[in-house]
């Protein structure tokens, strides 16, 4: 994965809101991707005030973190692989406590809040069960488990005025849990079968990270054929999204994990390197969407990142430290990046 569950910043939309990632953004209407949705993402009314030196928030010896999102302020929650724990904090303090306890068996991986709700949303499996949790923000109880039938990799999400919407990385289909204007479930879960365009390669992860287009259709990347896709939140139908500028002599979009977005810029973390998040920026013509690569996001300090927030003028990104020798004794910490002006 994979920013719920829930907050960026444009005057029409925004990807996360506690962000990706993890952030809501506030769509009155789910939108064909052929028309434009004027509408302000809640997330913009949230103040946050990261400090400008910031430092590295640590997390517990063997955590495992893979999901991250933040709000409201400089709160941060983030949830574990290893056995579904949910930690929380203030990045500006680098402070930590315990939200949720772990279950065994349990592993999460994307989430955002919710504003409207104060409900984090996170996605996971309970062992072979796929589920999706609604978890008190505050007081860390446990609102709503919702089990998604036949799910194999639920991987990450993001919300929407009227809806929670969930990648399965090797399922070819999308979840739709419907909201109610307060941010809470008002029905049954529905697919969506992803088509179209989309690549469906037999080995891999596919369908990673989701966030919104200001125009209020979907954008997810490709864990194994790479690549960024919009796609049709009625239809499901999935079409490429044309990168240029991409490193001289190198890849395009490949292995990409979680999607942050703010305004017209698309943070795609490990989108061209494992010890990077790769910075995008959104165009829009007659043809449709394009992206153009500009300077990626890195530190001495990330190894392996997965997921980002973007809090303030800092992107803070998961080190998930995959491939690590001995996950139960590493060490393991949410890192900040600083994004530039122009990127914010």
């Known amino acids: 994965m994979s920013r719920t569950s829930a907050p960026s910043r444009v005057p029409a939309l925004r990807s996360r809101l506690g962000i990706a990632g993890t952030g809501l953004v506030l769509i009155s209407t789910i939108l064909p991707s052929t028309a434009v949705a004027h509408t302000t993402d809640a997330h913009s009314a949230i103040a946050h005030s990261t400090t400008a030196q910031a430092e590295p928030v640590a997390l517990p010896t063997g955590f495992r973190p893979e999901g991250v999102t933040s709000g409201p302020g400089d ?3 983030t949830g574990s692989l290893a056995d579904g724990r949910i930690w929380t904090g203030d990045l500006s303090r680098g402070t930590g406590r315990q939200l949720l306890a772990g279950v065994t068996g349990r592993a999460l991986r994307g989430m955002q809040w919710d504003p409207r709700s104060g409900l984090l949303w996170v996605v996971g499996q309970d062992d072979s069960t796929g589920i999706v949790l609604a978890v008190d923000a505050r007081t860390g109880t446990l609102q709503q488990r919702i089990v998604v039938p036949d799910a194999v990799f639920l991987n990450d999400l993001v919300i929407t005025r009227k809806a929670l919407w969930i990648t399965d990385s090797r399922v070819d289909r999308l979840t739709r849990v419907p909201l109610d204007r307060h941010g809470r479930p008002a029905g049954e879960q529905t697919q969506l079968p992803l088509t179209g365009a989309w690549p469906t390669p037999e080995a891999g992860n596919r369908a990673n990270g989701i966030r919104t287009l200001p ?3 979907l954008v997810l990347d490709h864990s194994t054929a790479g690549g960024l896709w919009q796609v049709d939140p009625e239809t499901g139908v999935a079409a490429a999204i044309p990168v240029t500028g991409g490193p001289a002599g190198g890849p395009g979009i490949t292995g990409g994990d979680g999607l942050e977005r703010s305004g017209r810029i698309l943070y795609v973390v490990r989108g061209s390197g494992q010890q990077e998040v790769s910075v995008l920026k959104l165009c829009r013509n ?17 190894d392996v990142p997965s997921t980002a ?3 303030g003028r800092t992107l803070w990104a998961v080190n998930a430290r995959f491939g690590v020798a001995d996950p139960a004794t590493a060490s393991y910490a949410i890192i900040p990046l600083t994004v530039t002006a122009a990127e914010h």
């Open 286 to 302: 007659a043809a449709g969407w394009t992206a153009t690569w500009t300077d990626p996001l890195t530190s001495p300090a990330l």
């Open 215 to 217: 125009d209020g259709s």
């Open 75 to 77: 709160t941060y929650y």
């Open 309 to 311: 927030t973007l809090v």
